[in-house]
């Protein structure tokens, strides 16, 4: 829909253009023929310049139109956005209000060419660089360019996918090369002798097992999340006492938070009930005691739950490491860790706090974290229905 009505304000735009220009002899007979090549009868239905102006308004995309001459004709508000472009740039040169030498060089292609070119060009904004896709499309009469169109695109989060997608791929591969290249090198050490030496030969196919079990795991979380994404988990939410869950939770890690000297402890009002999905939220919760337990040498882990307004904030608390700011925003994405050797050294995936983000987001709920190096992590699960 977006593209379709983009291409009739396109035409729109060369309509009023030629009018002006006086190339065509009357408006109903430029209207048959577009009418006849792009099925645009939509035009028609524009009756003043409030209703085109308000149209040009709410395009997203930067519009810029050029004369032969290197004139500004006309640009719209998101491209002077996009541009930083402060005053009206219209009966200007194009190379007095555009510094960008990438979408200057394209211009002047185009003209050149008198064909469509398409480029990738970054810009900087607030800091940050913005990634664009520029479209020039010269429209020729007999030979000439009578004007040139610029549509500028911002693919940003399509450059931002692409990344996370490619970090995907190679922290999968790295992720399943360390234990195989593990098993492969004890399993081989076994076959060459090791095996008739009983204390290492036991030793070695500990380490084996451990390695498998790790994969294992990667594979488990690799589908979970695989699952998740596809909607193949369905949350069938169901009325929970919340102190029985945790409680239930604290038992699997009881025994480790001994033997590290640690407090398990929770904060939850007497009979507060959720509703959730038992087992997917059980697997939230073991996820982030397991996660605060892993990361914390001293101190506590401690559930808490209490209300804001009219949601209820789940919290799970502990005085560990902590995360340093600038990685915060990172926090959930797949096999993201603050310190990669650390993590593996104490058996995480990095798929964790992914799982726990995507099952707290398939619930209906928001997930929020604030840390401090050195003194802990919170993470908060904000519940909006009932409880």
Do not use: C
Not at 6 to 23: Q, T
Not at 372 to 381: A, F, L, Q, S
């Amino acid at each position: 829909m977006v593209a379709e009505f983009l291409i009739l304000l396109i035409f729109l735009l060369i309509l009023i253009i030629l009018i002006l220009a006086g190339r065509i002899k009357t408006l109903s007979q430029k209207i048959h023929e577009l009418q006849s090549e792009k099925n645009v009868y939509e035009l028609t239905q524009i009756k003043s310049p409030q209703s085109f102006e308000t149209i040009l308004k709410s395009i997203t995309e930067g519009l810029l139109i050029i004369d032969p001459r290197g004139y500004i004709m006309l640009a719209n508000q998101s491209l002077k956005d996009i541009l930083r472009i402060d005053e009206p740039p219209e009966g200007k040169q194009v190379i007095e209000v555009i510094r960008n030498i990438d979408l200057i060089n394209l211009i002047s292609s185009a003209m050149v060419e008198k064909q469509d070119l398409t480029a990738e060009i970054i810009v900087k904004k607030a800091g940050k660089d913005i990634y664009l896709l520029a479209k020039a499309m010269p429209v020729v009469d007999s030979g000439s360019v009578s004007f040139l169109i610029i549509l500028l695109h911002d693919i940003s989060r399509l450059k931002q996918l692409e990344n996370i997608r490619r970090d995907f791929v190679a922290n999968v591969s790295h992720e399943l090369k360390t234990p195989v290249t593990a098993i492969k090198g004890y399993a081989e050490a076994l076959l060459d002798g090791a095996i008739d030496e009983r204390e290492n030969a036991k030793k070695f196919i500990e380490i084996i097992k451990n390695q498998a079990d790790r994969l294992n795991a990667l594979v488990e979380d690799l589908l979970t999340l695989s699952r998740i994404e596809s909607g193949d988990i369905k949350i069938e939410k169901e009325k929970i006492l919340l102190e029985s869950l945790v409680e239930s939770v604290f038992e699997i890690f009881k025994d480790r938070a001994e033997k590290k000297g640690l407090l398990l402890k929770k904060e939850i009002p007497y009979e507060t009930f959720i509703y959730a999905d038992k087992d997917r939220f059980t697997q939230i919760m073991i996820n982030l005691i397991d996660n605060a337990i892993k990361f914390t040498e001293k101190g506590l882990v401690k559930v808490r739950f209490f209300q804001e307004n009219d949601k209820g904030i789940l919290s799970v608390e502990d005085t560990g490491i902590g995360i340093p700011k600038e990685h915060l925003y990172r926090i959930g994405e797949r096999f993201y860790r603050v310190d990669q050797a650390r993590s593996r050294q104490l058996g995480g995936t990095g798929l964790g706090l992914a799982i726990v983000k995507h099952l707290v987001l398939a619930h209906g709920w928001q997930f929020k974290i604030d840390s401090e190096v050195n003194k802990g992590t919170e993470v908060k699960i904000i519940i909006h229905d009932n409880f």
